[in-house]
């Protein structure tokens, strides 16, 4: 049995093309193979594609909700059936990316992530009770209470009133309110992809971190990562006193709570979700172990093998898997960057190859066409596959 879980080929092959294409080629070495196909992502590019493969009733949904500068924006996100659950899968970029600014707008001491709640409170009313959300590319700063304000929490200020968006309005509150929550929250659970490790505050944190690259000027930074580190004190005190408000999963130190403008530290300490890599949330939601634990062969790959492929990209997730069954894995990439020999020597991939290497000179562009690409790496694998 032999597994073909490929990433896509930016810009030349989807994940299932490269996975159909490796699979043509084996077929025509020998027709009685037994051969299973896995559309897959690491949390980027053709991530809906790998979730949704094969599934039922898959329902692609456009709303209008609350942008980042709070005027109204057009949001998709896309449902489908999981055995005996309804899953949403959506992008918080989508409602609070940094694309949706423009330029001249940038300040994340006013996006807001409201339209993210939004996005969800619609996906509850639709049926849907299991999501999973990406959360990178945000264009906030404002530790996620939009999208808290949006499923019914209050956060108010030392006269009663609803704080402002983002990081200005974090740094005014002074109460935060639970009787207005939806209650079907309690029947939900969330996989919520983060690929970085930065704590809520502090030097590495949110505010420090990224907030520039949203437009924030150097003379904010101490004072946005003032702010939440006070309203950190208040949410880790709620926490503190066990009265059943939050049942928080860590606390502003922990990895990732300052990914998104601080929105995984929403997640963690609010809706009780653990963060992890994308790549691991696709692979179990696809239910490929099984599949490798059967196989003999794994094959996998992505458009450039380099010292970024060990940092959660899908060839380093599916060989992992495949290593904890001793499976040999093959990689196939359409080129190899810096840091190759580190894949190499890397104990997970068994065999490396560059789809384009030995060709003479080929312009980029003419290698990434997708006819040019289907039959490079067709031509390599029939010449080095199981050799």
């Not at 894995?329 to 890397?346: I, L, P, R």
């Not at 080929?362 to 289907?374: D, H, L, Q, R, S």
């Amino acid at each position: 049995m032999i597994t073909i879980a490929m990433d896509s080929f930016k810009g030349s092959m989807t994940s299932l093309e490269a996975g159909a294409a490796i699979k043509e080629a084996l077929l025509e070495i020998d027709s009685d193979y037994k051969i299973n196909v896995f559309a897959v992502a690491d949390g980027g590019e053709g991530t809906v594609e790998a979730l949704t493969y094969g599934r039922e009733n898959v329902v692609t949904r456009t709303i209008n909700v609350t942008g980042p500068l709070g005027d109204k924006v057009e949001a998709s996100y896309t449902m489908y059936e999981n055995a005996d659950k309804k899953v949403a899968v959506i992008e918080m970029a989508a409602a609070a990316g940094l694309t949706l600014v423009p330029i001249e707008r940038r300040n994340p001491m006013n996006t807001t992530t409201y339209g993210v709640g939004e996005m969800i409170r619609d996906a509850i009313m639709q049926g849907c009770r299991h999501f999973i959300i990406g959360i990178g590319g945000s264009a906030t700063n404002d530790v996620g209470i939009g999208m808290l304000q949006a499923l019914g929490y209050h956060f108010t200020d030392s006269h009663g009133e609803e704080v402002s968006y983002g990081t200005a309005g974090v740094g005014m509150i002074a109460d935060i309110g639970f009787e207005d929550v939806m209650h079907e929250l309690r029947e939900c659970s969330f996989d919520v992809a983060c690929d970085v490790n930065n704590p809520l505050v502090g030097i590495n944190g949110c505010s420090y971190v990224y907030a520039p690259q949203k437009g924030a000027s150097e003379s904010l930074l101490a004072d946005m990562d003032e702010k939440i580190f006070r309203y950190a004190d208040l949410v880790e005190h709620i926490a503190g006193c066990d009265m059943g408000e939050l049942k928080a999963n860590g606390n502003r130190y922990t990895n990732g709570t300052g990914a998104a403008g601080g929105l995984g530290y929403a997640f963690l300490m609010f809706l009780n979700v653990t963060l992890r890599p994308g790549i691991d949330i696709i692979l179990d939601e696809i239910g490929i172990e099984k599949a490798i634990s059967e196989s003999d062969i794994v094959i996998t790959g992505e458009g450039r093998l380099d010292s970024q492929t060990l940092m959660g990209k899908t060839p380093y997730g599916v060989a992992s898997i495949a290593k904890r069954y001793n499976r040999t894995v093959y990689v196939y990439a359409g080129c190899f960057g810096d840091g190759v020999d580190e894949c190499m020597k890397s104990r997970l991939f068994d065999r490396c190859y560059s789809i384009t290497e030995g060709l003479a000179a080929t312009p980029v562009t003419m290698a990434m066409k997708k006819e040019n690409a289907i039959k490079n790496l067709k031509d390599c694998v029939k010449k080095t596959c199981f050799t």
